[in-house]
């Protein structure tokens, strides 16, 4: 018998039956002799039935992509002839265990499903699993299916207008520059020179100015140019050094940030894939970059299959345990707009914020730090807390003097650490959406 043993529970059954059918015969008492009859039956009839095979366990993950809140599995069950249950155990990192017993009547598919906050990657569905055979005289050695990989994306969020860099790049694209070219909003009336279409030639304008009623004859020729279109690049960088929790209690390591609620490592992948929705949407490039890690960055480029390859990038990004710090920015492409996505819980990230604003990017500072509970903090934790706070608020106010624009994704308006403040995302997103003074060029 291959991958199985006889239950400590049918052995005592058996034992029992035993010892009462001897005992009636030793006594001479038939009617006990009898009573211990079944208990042998039971037992003989689930041993010559036993299975000869262990249970079949698969667990996958549903199709489709998984997003942040239910998140759903699918256990593949193939019982073996011979087996009558199959005892199952799904556990998954946060979540409180589940246990069933499942009748084993050939194959059978059972769903599963988790509610969390968290994205990226995570081991979900572990499950152990003991199937018996006949009464449990029976019982296979225990046996592990999962967990499998689970990539979970941030829940999607749209932002209406995207701020645009002082510059556009390329010869065609979605948005008017200030440059003279081949678009649809008017720039001006001009002479006619070599090179243009005749298409353009403006007759209305050409007989108002240049016919001439002594010669009847037309002088010069005139054509309307117009502004040329171009498209934006925005770069979007990822500080994936921190992986802070709401409660400011977990910052120390002690304790792990409970799992239905986003740490800020979560907020930036909602926040860049949002601004990269939103860019692709608008027909502009974007890229990404990541500022703890030191990998090959995602170049820009439009379409759909580049939000696919930066919503993967996103979900697989994941704090190193000793990032080194850099000596100078990320090099990024000209005349693109950065946006930052960080904690600003040190002066790096801030930092290569300033570089970037001096090379004259235009740069948006996106604050990822949740909202932050301190109520179970002891009295010298919240006088660190306090000083972190406000290094962090005189941190991003040197940032809004730099000509960095500040929006903070969720909690803290006012830069100063301050928990349980209702932020209008909408409202400063649309306000950075506005034109800047200059225009685009």
């Not at 990822?368 to 290094?391: F, G, H, I, W």
């Not at 940032?399 to 500040?406: C, I, S």
């Amino acid at each position: 018998m291959t991958g199985h043993s006889i239950g400590s529970d049918a052995l005592s059954t058996a034992a029992v039956g035993a010892a009462v059918l001897v005992g009636g015969l030793v006594a001479g008492r038939s009617d006990v002799a009898v009573l211990g009859v079944p208990f042998l039956l039971c037992f003989t009839w689930g041993w010559l039935t036993r299975p000869t095979a262990q249970a079949r366990l698969a667990v996958r993950r549903a199709t489709g992509p998984a997003r942040a809140g239910m998140v759903a599995g699918v256990l593949e069950v193939a019982a073996p002839p011979g087996a009558e249950t199959v005892r199952v155990r799904v556990s998954s990192p946060g979540h409180q265990e589940a246990q069933a017993l499942l009748a084993a009547d050939g194959t059978r598919t059972v769903p599963l499903q988790v509610t969390t906050a968290r994205t990226g990657v995570s081991q979900l569905f572990r499950t152990d699993h003991v199937d018996a055979g006949f009464d449990g005289v029976t019982l296979a050695h225990p046996g592990v299916a999962g967990p499998v990989p689970v990539v979970i994306y941030p829940p999607a969020r749209d932002l209406r207008r995207m701020p645009l860099p002082p510059r556009l790049q390329g010869l065609t694209g979605p948005h008017t520059s200030r440059r003279v070219g081949d678009g649809t909003d008017l720039h001006d009336v001009h002479p006619f020179t070599p090179g243009d279409r005749l298409r353009r030639i403006d007759w209305r304008i050409t007989a108002r100015r240049s016919y001439d009623p002594r010669t009847r004859r037309l002088g010069t020729i005139y054509t309307r140019r117009t502004f040329a279109t171009a498209d934006a690049t925005v770069m979007l960088v990822v500080d994936s050094r921190d992986a802070v929790g709401p409660d400011v209690a977990t910052w120390g390591g002690g304790r792990v940030a409970a799992i239905d609620e986003p740490i800020s490592l979560d907020v930036a992948r909602e926040a860049a894939t949002a601004v990269a929705r939103a860019t692709v949407t608008a027909g502009d490039r974007v890229g990404l970059d990541d500022l703890g890690l030191r990998r090959r960055p995602v170049p820009p480029a439009g379409g759909r299959r580049q939000l696919d390859r930066i919503s993967t990038r996103l979900a697989l990004l994941a704090p190193d345990s000793f990032p080194s710090p850099r000596e100078r920015a990320p090099q990024i492409p000209a005349a693109a707009m950065v946006v930052l996505f960080s904690t600003f819980l040190d002066d790096e990230a801030a930092r290569m914020a300033q570089e970037w604003r001096a090379q004259a990017h235009r740069v948006i500072a996106v604050d990822t730090l949740p909202v932050l509970r301190t109520d179970e903090l002891d009295e010298a934790a919240q006088a660190a807390y306090e000083l972190v706070r406000l290094e962090r608020g005189l941190r991003l106010e040197r940032l809004r003097r730099a000509d960095v624009e500040v929006v903070h994704w969720c909690g803290d308006p006012t830069g100063t650490g301050e928990h349980g403040a209702d932020v209008g995302l909408d409202a400063a997103w649309q306000l950075l959406a506005r034109p800047r003074k200059g225009g685009h060029r």
